[in-house]
């Protein structure tokens, strides 16, 4: 059974940092596809980074790149999301979702296994 349980999430001013985590069980992180996802009330669900394939490689949707960073730890088993130079557009639930295998895309339909996810608030 995968379960994906999200930490991290918090409130924060505009330009601050936060860091996301994901601990995984069920799955290993270096044999499947992770993804951090994101929705905003009245908003799509929108994929922001993957990480996937033997040597951990990312992308990002456009909306993140160069201001978030997705990782793993593969001896603990866990994702993280680093993410700085925040904005009050970042505010959203984030949630992690997997797939089995390797997966590079950020389309919701492609993750079948996802956490409860983690609140980040970001404040002008």
């Known amino acids: 059974q995968v379960q994906l349980v999200e930490s991290g999430g918090g409130s924060v001013q505009a330009g601050g940092s936060l860091r996301l985590s994901c601990a995984a069980s069920g799955l290993t992180t270096n044999k499947n596809s992770l993804v951090w996802f994101r929705h905003a009330p009245g908003m799509e669900r929108e994929g922001v980074a993957s990480i996937y394939g033997s040597f951990g490689d990312t992308y990002y949707s456009d909306s993140v790149k160069g201001r978030f960073a997705i990782s793993r730890d593969n001896a603990k088993n866990t994702v993280y999301l680093q993410m700085d130079s925040l904005k009050p557009e970042d505010t959203a639930m984030y949630y992690c979702?997997?797939?089995?295998?390797?997966?590079?895309?950020?389309?919701?339909?492609?993750?079948?296994?996802w956490g409860q996810g983690t609140q980040v608030t970001v404040s002008s």
């Open positions: 979702a997997a797939a089995l295998g390797w997966v590079r895309s950020l389309s919701r339909a492609s993750y079948p296994y």
